[in-house]
């Protein structure tokens, strides 16, 4: 079955440093892949996506690229700030699985950032 | 804000007790997802609703079940309730039930059984 392997956390970084947050997935179709982002209390929030390889993406600083060849979806980040500290998720939809559009999680990076 | 609605915030009850968690997506998502946070199993999924009709199931115990109602809100019912089935219980909707559409996830509603 689908399943996605995380980097184990928690990690702890300086403010301004440059952060990646390892993922690799396995899926028998193509999936899209997913950040997810969740903060201290709150809901689970989409960061970036990609629905095909080579594709790239990003959204407030942060950046993941869909590599097909090593099944990965690594997040990265140049700068990181006090702001991003939160626990992140790494997730895929495999649209072979036809007519369940779940996502599959990985377990979770708890990220905090040091001023 | 992503739009989902989830009520109560917290609930805390007894063993053996029926629970009901309420959800309301998106405006204009047709579909609902819900999911089981908790500290030994993770973000799991445990059913799919898309307008009104069961779509897919996970890991969802046959003590849970859970419907969508015509005006699209939905409802998780968690009865005999275990120790165990403490944890964050999320919903989460997205426009055409399609995986390459992201899903928008409610607050949570923290389930805490004594």
């Known amino acids: 079955g689908d399943s996605v392997t995380q980097m184990e956390g928690p990690v702890t970084l300086s403010e301004e440093a440059f952060l990646t947050i390892n993922c690799t997935y396995t899926?028998?179709?193509?999936?899209?892949l997913f950040w997810y982002v969740q903060y201290p209390g709150e809901g689970l929030q989409l960061l970036l996506k990609a629905t095909k390889a080579d594709d790239k993406g990003s959204n407030k600083g942060f950046e993941a690229t869909y590599r097909k060849e090593t099944t990965s979806f690594h997040l990265e980040k140049g700068s990181v700030q006090v702001s991003d500290s939160a626990v992140y998720f790494c997730?895929?939809?495999?649209?072979?699985?036809?007519?369940?559009?779940?996502?599959?999680f990985g377990t979770g990076t708890r990220l905090t950032i040091i001023p | 804000d992503s739009g989902v609605t989830q009520t109560p915030k917290h609930l805390i009850t007894a063993t053996g007790q029926r629970v009901t968690l309420r959800c309301s997506p998106r405006?204009?998502?047709?579909?609902v997802y819900w999911y089981q946070q908790s500290l030994d199993q993770g973000l799991q999924f445990l059913i799919q609703?898309?307008?009104?009709?069961?779509?897919a199931k996970g890991n969802i115990l046959e003590r849970f079940s859970a419907q969508q109602f015509p005006d699209l809100h939905s409802e998780l019912n968690l009865s005999s309730l275990e120790l165990g089935d403490s944890a964050l219980y999320f919903c989460?909707?997205?426009?055409?039930?399609?995986?390459?559409?992201?899903?928008?996830f409610g607050p949570g509603t923290r389930l805490t059984v004594l």
């Open positions: 899926a028998t179709g193509y999936p899209s």
């Open positions: 609703y898309y307008n009104g009709e069961e779509r």
């Open positions: 405006s204009g998502d047709l579909s």
């Open positions: 989460a909707s997205s426009v055409f039930g399609s995986s390459h559409n992201e899903q928008f």
């Open positions: 997730a895929l939809s495999d649209p072979s699985n036809f007519g369940n559009e779940k996502l599959t």
